[in-house]
């Protein structure tokens, strides 16, 4: 049965300032408008476009708010009668659905009484052949990994090494990602962190990092993209199978019943990363069964590095706010909505960020983001995550600040010569030290 007209251009207008409400926010009016037409439309908190569904269990904890963002200090208020989360949730969910539809011609795999088994059937089958044509191409995928995230993230010669390795089977939990939250006790806390207000924060500001690591993540998961005619000529069949499993994988994370359950067991992980800070320079350590996946790893691995920044300076406290939230049922919740706060954060980016000579900026840019004190880390994310342009002004006068450091470190190195070690170890500290940042430890 077709929609009347009315409705029809209803549900356009609506769809229209949805889009517009994350994208960049809505005017007082606008708001009203959007209000009246969820009421006319009697909508339910989820959006479906087809007749693709997430979990049910999945939707009840985004509905009923129990994920790990219900009063999270970055989520704005919407003031209306459906809140962020559900918005943000309803748009990855479809744009999920999107990419299926993209890389297979329809979403045949995603629906029906049991899309789970179906999709599993069909990411199986793909993925078989996918790790057969790996093996035999092992060291080159393993290399063009490695490539690839070193050109398209901009690192200097030096800054990192790596460490990745493509896998034939599932692997169990990796090193220092908790199965459950490991709480401190309220002496402990009183004693290391003052008071429970401010573990509370420290807690949700490394949560959200968390959250833009692996939502960086997941957009580095199709940079294979970029390496089309090197994958080509290793394998024609390698780069459709690759889109299949990617977003096959992907949409999992919305059908998988109690997926945190099954994350917090350990088993059953298909790419995992661990970072070393004790070598000299830091170690990015991957596994993955494809190789989307690795570099998808290798991503999160590079994230981590920049994302010890946002810890505290008291390694006690570090150990404390770790503890408890790195873990991988929270890392679940990253994994479905961490793209999309990543992708409000890199729009605030200026243009100029993405040029080749400039890639660079973006990791200090991100180290000094994370820096900032708690209360203005979550002023400035609540500016982004709801599109204030303050927020946009705020990123663009801190990159204005960290080009002009970088320049004035340049200029000091260029005066002091080529053969003077000591400058560079102490000059470099010094520019760190003037962005408000500090070599990992």
Do not use: C
């Not at 919407?78 to 918005?87: A, N, P």
């Not at 994988?249 to 350990?266: C, N, T």
């Amino acid at each position: 049965m077709s929609l009347n007209p009315n409705t029809e251009k209803n549900l356009k207008v609506k769809k229209f300032l949805e889009k517009k409400l994350v994208s960049e926010g809505l005017t007082n009016s606008e708001r009203s408008l959007l209000s009246e037409l969820k009421n006319k439309l009697k909508e339910a908190p989820i959006d479906y476009e087809g007749p693709e569904r997430m979990e049910p269990g999945i939707e009840r904890k985004i509905t009923s708010k129990e994920t790990p963002y219900n009063n999270f200090p970055a989520i704005p208020n919407m003031d209306m009668d459906k809140d962020y989360i559900e918005l943000i949730s309803s748009k990855r969910f479809k744009d999920s659905v999107d990419k299926v539809r993209r890389a297979m011609g329809d979403t045949r795999a995603i629906q029906g009484a049991n899309p789970l088994n179906s999709l599993m059937a069909t990411a199986m089958q793909s993925l078989q052949t996918v790790v057969s044509i790996q093996m035999q191409n092992k060291e080159v995928l393993e290399q063009l990994a490695v490539d690839l995230v070193i050109k398209e993230m901009g690192i200097p010669e030096g800054a990192m090494q790596f460490d990745a390795k493509l896998v034939m089977q599932p692997m169990g939990a990796s090193q220092g990602m908790q199965e459950e939250p490991e709480m401190p006790s309220e002496e402990e806390i009183e004693e290391f962190m003052g008071d429970a207000e401010t573990f509370d924060l420290e807690r949700a500001k490394r949560r959200f990092i968390n959250s833009l690591i692996q939502g960086a993540a997941f957009k580095g998961g199709h940079m294979f993209n970029l390496v089309s005619r090197e994958l080509n000529d290793i394998d024609p069949r390698l780069m459709n199978l690759y889109t299949v499993s990617q977003s096959l994988m992907e949409h999992a994370y919305w059908l998988f019943p109690d997926m945190e359950g099954m994350a917090g067991g350990g088993g059953g992980q298909m790419g995992q990363s661990e970072v070393d800070t004790e070598t000299d320079p830091p170690t990015v350590k991957a596994r993955a069964m494809t190789f989307p996946l690795l570099v998808h790893e290798l991503v999160k691995g590079v994230y981590e590095i920049f994302g010890t920044h946002g810890l505290p300076d008291d390694p006690k406290q570090q150990e404390m706010i770790m503890k408890a939230e790195d873990t991988l049922p929270a890392e679940i919740w990253d994994s479905r909505l961490g793209p999309i706060f990543w992708e409000k954060f890199m729009a605030t980016y200026p243009m100029e960020l993405f040029d080749e000579d400039m890639k660079h900026i973006q990791h200090y840019l991100f180290m000094r983001f994370s820096k900032l004190n708690a209360e203005e880390f979550f002023r400035v994310a609540k500016l982004i995550l709801s599109g204030n342009p303050q927020g946009t002004q705020f990123i663009q006068r801190m990159v204005n600040e960290i080009v002009t450091e970088l320049k004035q470190y340049d200029a000091e190195e260029a005066l002091s010569g080529d053969d003077d070690d000591d400058f560079d170890d102490d000059g470099f500290d010094d520019f760190l030290g003037g962005l408000g940042l500090s070599r990992p430890k």
